[in-house]
C-alpha cells in the first residue's frame, strides 16, 4: 500500500528553527509537495521537489531524498502566524497526490 | 494568478435536501479538479478527479450517486450532495491543475464548510 508519515504534532519557540520530516511508500514517484494549512483553511502550496537537494524558497526550505524516500521542510526565524498544520503530499505514478495526515506545528513565544 | 473560488464559503442545510458545491479557476483553464472532504483534526481525503468534459474519478468508498460531479467547462466544476445528512458535514475542497500548461502545482480553493442538521 501507500504511505505518508510524519508526526502528528511538534512545538517550536518562536525565532527559532524547525524540520518536519516526511517519509513516504508509494507506487512510483513523480514529485512532492509540501503545503501550509492553517485551521479552518484550505492548503496553501510551500514547495515542490521532484529532484534530489534541497530547496530553499525564503524562510522555509524543502529538502528531498528520493533513494530514502524521505523529505524535510526546514523552517527559519520562526514567527507565531507560523503556527499551522503542515501536508506532505506524494504524486505517484498514476499523478495522483498521496496525502500525509498532516504535521500540527505549534509555535510558543 | 492561479486563483481558485468556492462557493458557497459556508451552507447550513436540513437533512434530506440537496447542497450543490461551484469551484471555478479565475484566471487558467483547469482542465482537471479534484474535489476533496476533510473531517476536523484529520487530513484531506480525496473524494473523486474530474477531467473537463468527461466522467469523474471517484475514490474507493465514495458515492457517486451521492456526490454528483460536474466538470462542463474548463474553469468550472460542481460537487452536488445529494440528500444530505448530518455524516455529510464536513469541510469539502476543490483544487485545479493545468499540467498543459507545465504546472504540477495544485491549487486549492477556500474550502466550503457544510453543516447538515
Known amino acids: 500500500g501507500q504511505n505518508i508519515d510524519q508526526p502528528t504534532e511538534m512545538t517550536a519557540t518562536e525565532g527559532a528553527i524547525v524540520q518536519i520530516n516526511c517519509t513516504y511508500q508509494?507506487?512510483?514517484?513523480?514529485?512532492l509537495f509540501w503545503y501550509q494549512q492553517h485551521a479552518g483553511e484550505a492548503p496553501t502550496f510551500l514547495s515542490y521537489n521532484v529532484l534530489d537537494g534541497l530547496e530553499e524558497k525564503g524562510r522555509f526550505s524543502s529538502f528531498l531524498s528520493r533513494s530514502k524516500g524521505y523529505s524535510y521542510l526546514l523552517l527559519k526565524e520562526l514567527q507565531m502566524k507560523d503556527s499551522a498544520s503542515y501536508l506532505c503530499?506524494?504524486?505517484?505514478?498514476?499523478?495522483?497526490?498521496?496525502w500525509g495526515a498532516g504535521t500540527k506545528l505549534i509555535i510558543k513565544p | 494568478g492561479a486563483v481558485v473560488s468556492q462557493h458557497p464559503s459556508w451552507v447550513i442545510c436540513k437533512s434530506g435536501t440537496s447542497v450543490k458545491i461551484e469551484c471555478r479557476s479565475l484566471?487558467?483553464?483547469?482542465?482537471?479538479m479534484f474535489w476533496y472532504r476533510q473531517f476536523p483534526k484529520q487530513s484531506l481525503m480525496l473524494m473523486a478527479t474530474s477531467n473537463e468534459g468527461s466522467k469523474a474519478t471517484y475514490e474507493q468508498g465514495v458515492e457517486k450517486d451521492k456526490f454528483l460531479i460536474n466538470h462542463a467547462s474548463l474553469t468550472l466544476s460542481t460537487l452536488t450532495v445529494t440528500s444530505a445528512h448530518p455524516e455529510d458535514s464536513s469541510f469539502y475542497i476543490c483544487s485545479a491543475s493545468d499540467p498543459a500548461g507545465g504546472s504540477n502545482e495544485q491549487f486549492f480553493g477556500p474550502g466550503t464548510r457544510l453543516t447538515v442538521l
Open positions: 503530499a506524494v504524486k505517484d505514478s498514476n499523478y495522483q497526490l498521496i
Open positions: 484566471d487558467f483553464q483547469a482542465t482537471t
Open positions: 508509494t507506487s512510483g514517484f513523480n514529485g
